[in-house]
């Protein structure tokens, strides 16, 4: 799947948690190129040997955190099968600090996602204090970086 179909895909299932009403195509498509073209962004392909799955965006330069989770998908029929989980690991543990990340209140998966990639990966919840009416931003650390930044 080209990147460009995968992040509108993305855009249409995350609707449904967001108050909002729904976004044009041309209004995705430019989202999808600011993502793209932004200097502090990095953009993690994930993939199944043959085709690209999933994606995670990552900013290098948040106010919260050394790093900032933006974005992250996996099509729904690889889920549940650690690419993601995989895709952050390796990630993580070549970026080292504390991370954000902003989950939206209605998006009970990726609540139940965090949870359980918190408790397997060793990381622990450092901050979950900032918050406003749509969800809730997270800083989180690994478990043995008692310190945040």
Same mark, same amino acid.
């Given at each position: 799947?080209?990147?460009?179909?995968?992040?509108?895909?993305?855009?249409?299932?995350?609707?449904?948690?967001?108050?909002?009403?729904?976004?044009?195509?041309?209004?995705?498509?430019?989202?999808?190129?600011?993502?793209? $073209?932004?200097?502090?962004?990095?953009?993690?392909?994930? $993939?199944?040997?043959?085709?690209?799955?999933?994606?995670?965006?990552?900013?290098?330069?948040? *106010?919260?955190?050394?790093?900032?989770?933006?974005? $992250?998908?996996?099509?729904?029929?690889?889920?549940?099968?650690?690419?993601?989980?995989?895709?952050?690991?390796?990630?993580?543990?070549?970026? *080292?600090?504390?991370?954000?990340?902003?989950?939206?209140?209605?998006?009970?998966?990726?609540?139940?996602?965090?949870?359980?990639?918190?408790?397997?990966?060793?990381?622990?919840?450092?901050?979950?204090?900032?918050?406003? $009416?749509?969800?809730?931003?997270?800083?989180?650390?690994?478990?043995?970086?008692?310190?945040?930044?």
């Amino acid at each position: 799947m080209q990147r460009q179909q995968l992040f509108i895909q993305y855009l249409h299932e995350l609707e449904q948690y967001l108050p909002e009403q729904p976004h044009s195509l041309q209004e995705e498509i430019d989202y999808f190129q600011t993502l793209r $073209t932004h200097p502090n962004l990095i953009w993690v392909d994930i $993939t199944n040997e043959t085709e690209l799955i999933g994606f995670v965006v990552i900013d290098s330069a948040p *106010p919260h955190a050394d790093w900032h989770i933006v974005e $992250t998908f996996i099509a729904p029929a690889y889920r549940r099968k650690q690419y993601m989980s995989s895709a952050l690991q390796a990630f993580l543990a070549a970026h *080292p600090g504390t991370y954000s990340l902003y989950i939206l209140n209605r998006n009970e998966v990726a609540k139940q996602f965090w949870n359980s990639f918190f408790v397997k990966s060793n990381y622990v919840l450092r901050d979950d204090s900032l918050r406003d $009416t749509c969800g809730k931003l997270y800083v989180f650390a690994p478990a043995s970086n008692n310190n945040m930044s």
